[in-house]
């Protein structure tokens, strides 16, 4: 090419591009196939996940506390073994030789044997192990009115989303207008990166040999090629735009984002205040589940859409800013990479880290604040100030119920991920043929990558169960705050009604 000569290199190279492509394009049509023949099957794997998950959180109302309880024993008999196994150890080591040395005889090793053959190294486990231990009996011992209280009160959410199955499937809406945001948002940053006038620029020039132009100028292709083409200076496309557009570009596509930021934030509020509003007028009926609203979901709905729309474009405003910033600082630490300054990097550092807790706590604080709003209607900052206080003032009920809650949830997406995974591996990789009937085992697809389906269920199945179970979250958090105005002064109790079994634990 251009009378240069082809290489054998050249050739091995082109030739072993040419079969990755068309590796990677047979491979492509594989795993394609693969889905064509399994969809049914991972549909109903899906459909099966939903179910398992349903199942699982009705179930909680009377799994709860055999749950909680049998993992805080086995948690407290693991360390219990955990502090003999270490002083057994400690002591079967009296006689050994070489036991008794420390560490600065042994040295820095990589091999972790040295340090388990060291009695010092079992006595300083049996220390940590047996500290832990006690904190964790204090625990139990002080908190143990407040653990029941967070398994009542899971109990009851279960009790909520039974009555209102509907909350289960409404986050499909708020997962729909998030797709469309960033359709949107992907799209008005194309539409900007490439609308406009193409400006080219001069590349590669020596000095004085393309009269006016040089490194960098601006150049029309057809006229520069055709007046310094055989110069070995090239006129290349460099973008879009004009003068001030090219020149604010970078402003404009950053103002597309923090607007993606803030519509996104925006949905997921919307759906959280949603959620709360219909799981409110579970708490708030008097006799349940007669006066619980018939469509429950819809009714909070229309109250959101009609009355709380400031309180949410508020609330999702405040999180989208401190989400710039940290796109800013970001962008600023990609810049500090190549600086040799030790200072600088670990003051960014801080502020990385420093934004990224306020981002956590603006999200602990706006999931709250909706929640006063769904349930008092007033705007976003009085309600804000209603829900710090009323979490302050039981912050010991907060933290375990929200380690309790966590735990639980944690379980049950193991739970369904788990099973669903380990099932679809060995339906697809063949492990359960000996037990399929011959007439179903006719219907299961010939693949050509097991792994597809299998992923694809794993995948599939976690999306699922974090949906079902966010939805359980949202009903524990909204209970709670109930349950915390219920017993404020302000309240009249008598007219107010909650499970007899959260009243006598208070």
Known sequence: MDGDNITYEDMYGGIKWLS???????????????????????????????????????????????IVWLSLLAL?????????????????????????????EVGFTTNLNAYLALRDTWLWFGIIISVVLFILLLMLLFLRT??????????????????????????LIPFV?????FGFWAVVATYMASSGKGHFKVYGATPNCCGDFTNGSFCEP??????????????????????????????????????WFWAMFFVIALGQMVLAGAFASYYWAWKKPNDIPAFAVTESFYRTVVYHLGSLAFGSLLIALC?????????????????ESTLAKFFMKCLKCCFWCLERFLKF??????????????NFCSSAKKAVFLLMRNIVRVFVLDKVTDFLLFIGKFMVVGALGVFSFFLFSGGLNAYIPDVISGFMPKLNYYFVPVIAVTGGSYVIASCFFNVYGMAVDTLFLCFCMYYLKTFYLETRKMSNQIKKLY
Do not use: H
């Open 20 to 66: 990755d492509t068309l590796n990677l394009q047979i491979v492509s049509q594989n795993i394609f196939q693969d889905f064509v023949e399994s969809w049914w099957i991972i549909l109903l794997a899906l459909g099966i996940a939903m179910l398992i998950s349903w199942l699982w959180i009705l179930l909680m109302r009377c799994l709860a506390w055999i």
């Open 177 to 181: 207008l998030q797709i469309a945001v």
């Open 323 to 339: 989400r710039l910033v940290r796109v800013f600082l970001e962008y600023i630490d990609q810049k500090l990479k190549l600086s």
């Open 222 to 259: 057809d006229e520069f090629n055709n007046l310094y083409g055989s110069t070995g200076a090239d006129c290349l496309f460099v973008g879009y735009g004009g003068d001030f557009y090219y020149d604010n570009l970078f402003w404009f596509q950053l103002y597309n984002l923090f607007m």
């Open 76 to 104: 407290v008999g693991l360390l219990g073994f955990g502090c003999y196994y270490c002083f057994k150890t400690y002591s079967d080591l009296q006689d050994v030789p070489g036991s008794d040395l420390s560490y600065t």
């Open 146 to 171: 407040r653990i029941r209280i967070a398994i009542e009160l899971i109990s009851e959410a279960s009790k909520a989303v039974g009555y209102i199955t509907s909350a289960l499937f409404f986050p």
């Open 365 to 378: 604080l706006n999931k709250n604040a909706y929640i006063m709003v769904a349930i008092y209607g007033k």
